[in-house]
């Protein structure tokens, strides 16, 4: 089997090449595009004259996450298709690791790498859900040594890097461009499940990622754009009932996670006010509720298209809740 890896590119700086060139020393060869998102840094000019032997693709918009995984979509053509963040170091046996186990499941439309950081800190082994699809990253933060890090099926694959078989993306579809940023692989994932396609976790597929650099973590953009799009899968997905409990399981959540401290600044340092915090889930909320009448009409496409899709979610759901 070929494996196509596209990597999607935001102001990457050098992080992009050493990221191309990590994927080229593969034991396993693959083929490399990259899709830039009208960066105003020097990471395509970089890349350019590293000679490192890949495919540009450079959009004269920033189309979001969304928008360029499926720019990147369209040109691929490998059995395995592999979707990445641009802020990663492959391991030089990863694709072949990953073939391997794409091998011994030929049942999964997906293989899920070990993504973690060079210190042996995990950044996720699978995605587990509340209720009202709140998405926890199963074992973040441990230390290697404490996660569950065997071969497992796992929901779907971490977004930093997604792996999976051809005939598995065209069955879900397109990712939707419209949520620019975050749960938009989420969302996509559910489509994997809902077409009968299983995720399987492979710890010996390896990948190092030192956390995103173009989203920050606990900045409201990245909270604004979390919530809204959970929001609308929610609305998509879940059962008339659950919908309706959404505003209370939210607040709740709010409260308990408010009980455990506010962070006092993003990850790139910058303050962080309560009233920011407060005025992001706002927003999210708000235009949830403008977007409700669009995501009804995408509900009725996925119940034509998939079947009970409630039924479904929450079987899901209850396979891989959070504990």
Known sequence: MKIDVGIINY?????????VKSLLAQTQSVRVLVYDNA??????????????????I??????????????????MDADIQVLCNMDLEFDPTWAENLLKCFDRHPEAGSIASLVMEK????????????????????????????ADVREKEVFGCYGAVMSFRKAAAEAAGKMDASF?????ETEWYFRHNLAGFKTVFCPEAKVYHER???????????????????????????PVGDILKLPVR?????????????????????????IAICGALAKAWLQALVMLPDELVVRKRYRKKFGDVSFATKAILNKYRID
């Open 180 to 184: 620019f940023l975050f749960f938009e």
């Open 250 to 274: 939210g607040f709740v959540r709010y409260l308990n996670m408010a009980k455990g401290g506010v962070p006092g600044q993003s990850g790139d340092g910058k303050k962080l006010s309560k």
């Open 119 to 146: 210190s042996g800190v995990v950044n996720a082994v699978g995605v587990q859900f509340g209720p009202d699809l709140f998405a926890k990253n199963e074992a973040s933060g441990l230390n290697i040594a404490d």
């Open 11 to 19: 102001n990457g700086g050098s992080e992009l090449s050493e990221c």
């Open 212 to 238: 995103s650099m173009t989203t920050v973590r606990y900045s409201p953009r990245k909270l604004f754009y979390s919530e809204r799009n959970r929001l609308r899968t929610a609305v998509r997905l879940l």
């Open 39 to 56: 960066s105003t840094d020097n990471s395509i000019a970089l890349l350019k004259n590293s000679g490192l032997d890949c495919k540009v």
């Open 58 to 75: 450079e959009s004269p918009e920033n189309l979001g996450y969304a928008g360029a995984c499926n720019g990147l979509l369209e040109n």
